[in-house]
């Protein structure tokens, strides 16, 4: 039996974890020591070993750092079983979803990626009197290192830290640090702060989900003593327990309940800011709506903002944006003259490593946002509206709708206008083949020049009548 000492962390653990892998040592041959030793053999990024090469599946390697966060002693062994399982013989090892050991791992990224969820949605900064801004925060799983990135992204130009019981982040707006854990007692307790959360939390407090179940599954207990809200639940539970029976029976979520009537649309843009129809915004960091000239003829709408589109708050400002505008001029469509927008107004992706991987909306989702979709078309009251890949045609049509039978039709809508459906941007960008991926984009622009066309030809009808 081998004792491997590491120093409990990912890397210390991947270069004990290459050297042992490399010679072969077979994983019941290994006792795993977190708690001591050098950070281990080698520096390289990959996991290679003694000039072995490594080759593993990019989702392991997007994974394992994930999994390694987990706060049990069970990750090392977990995923050292699957290295070596992987790098002798059984190289699809993480394809076969019924295998114990790729069950165990698929539970423990689930648990931590959860975990990191909560974080991003829970930390509360509190001022200082010399303007940095502190949390404390108690996680489940070691994610600090791991998830003081999201911070940094999204409080980049503050200097904070944040605190948690085994490690804490020193953000200074230009260097990320880490250092040892501290106390719930080291950070400040109070703050001009917890009053605007307070007063933000009261006047989005919505009754209808003021059950106690869904609330603390969103809103975990232990997380209460940290969130300045919290004080107010009991009040406003009592507050408000005469209207919740009526309104859960009728309630389903959606962004109905935040699109004020007879709303502009720049007064709808601020609404949909605050707009919490579904738990999507809880992740991404704004709502990305719709832009162009309220008069437009014809509305483009994709599926849901991007990486790029989420931090940008612009819709198609990304790659897939590239591949649009590009289309449009081919097509002989101004971008300027139209109006675009997605069916689902928030970023919804799971996080790999440091990236951001678009997730697809699910039913649920697209239905809670479709009321934003439908109130941007009955102002905009467009002639055309062109349904960019099957969840833009979803909540555009309100059916289920498929690309390649439908595709380039002129469909009634339900509005009063013509809708036509076709594939997404960036379904392009995901071809691998280069050829066909042209193939794909030139069918793009044809798609647009015969709406092009179908708004020339509306012209030509009403001229003549
Ligand atoms: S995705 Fe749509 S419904 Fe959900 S919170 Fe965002 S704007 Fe509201």
């Known amino acids: 039996m081998i004792e491997a000492r590491f120093n409990g962390t990912w890397q210390g653990w991947r270069d004990c974890a290459r050297a042992l892998t490399s010679r072969h040592t077979p994983p019941w041959d290994i006792l795993w020591n977190a708690s001591a030793g050098s950070p281990g053999l080698f520096d390289s990024d990959e996991l290679c070993g003694e000039g072995a090469r490594l080759n593993v599946p990019r989702d392991f390697l997007e994974c394992a750092p994930i999994v390694a966060c987990h706060r049990s002693p069970e990750p090392w062994r977990v995923l050292y079983r699957l290295l070596f399982r992987i790098t002798h013989g059984e190289r699809h090892l993480l394809e076969i979803e019924s295998d114990e050991d790729v069950l ?35 996680p489940d799983h070691d994610i600090l290192h791991i998830n003081a990135d999201f911070f940094v992204r999204r409080f980049g130009s503050m200097r904070w830290a944040i605190l948690t019981p085994t490690a804490s ?45 869904a609330m603390t599954k969103e809103l975990p207990v232990r997380h209460w003593p940290t969130l300045p809200e919290a004080a107010l639940i009991p009040k406003l539970l009592a507050e408000s327990s005469l209207r919740i029976t009526a ?18 649309l720049p007064v709808l843009r601020q609404a949909a800011a605050g707009c919490e129809g579904c738990d999507l915004r809880l992740y991404a960091t704004q709502t990305v709506f719709g832009e162009g000239p309220v008069n437009a003829r014809i509305v483009l709408v994709g599926e849901q903002p991007g990486d790029s589109e989420d931090l940008a708050g612009r819709p198609f ?9 590009c289309a449009l001029r081919e097509a002989g469509i101004d971008r300027e003259e139209v109006y675009v927008t997605n069916a ?3 970023f919804k992706f799971i996080e790999r490593g440091k990236r951001r991987i678009h997730e697809r909306p699910r039913g649920p989702e697209i239905s809670a946002c479709r009321p934003w979709l439908e109130a941007e078309l009955r102002l905009i009251r467009p002639d055309l509206i062109v349904c960019m890949g099957a969840t833009a045609a979803q909540s555009a049509l309100g059916r289920a709708v498929r690309i390649q039978s439908e595709r380039g039709v002129f469909l009634p ?43 020339r030809g509306l012209d030509n009808t009403m001229k003549l009548a």
């Open 317 to 325: 400002a990304g790659p897939a944006g590239e591949v649009l505008d």
């Open 169 to 213: 982040a020193f953000w200074d707006a230009e260097t990320l640090r880490f250092g040892p854990g501290a106390p719930h007692s080291a950070a400040p307790r109070d703050d001009e702060l917890e009053d605007l959360w307070r007063t933000y939390y009261a006047s989005v407090f919505n009754p209808a989900r003021a059950n106690v179940r």
């Open 247 to 264: 309104i859960e029976r009728t309630h389903t979520r959606s962004a109905t309940h935040f699109i004020p009537a007879g709303a502009s």
């Open 413 to 455: 809508h339900h509005i009063g206008a013509e809708a036509m459906v076709t594939i997404h941007p960036s379904a392009i960008l995901r071809i691998p083949d280069p050829v066909a991926a042209e193939a794909e984009r030139v069918r793009l622009v044809a798609d647009l020049r015969g709406a092009a066309a179908r708004i």
């Open 344 to 346: 689902v107004k928030h």
């Open 104 to 138: 165990e791992f698929r539970r423990m990224e689930k648990s931590v990626r959860r975990d990191m969820h909560k974080m991003h949605a829970f930390v509360r900064f509190r001022r200082t009197a010399d303007d940095d801004y502190i949390a404390w925060y108690r």
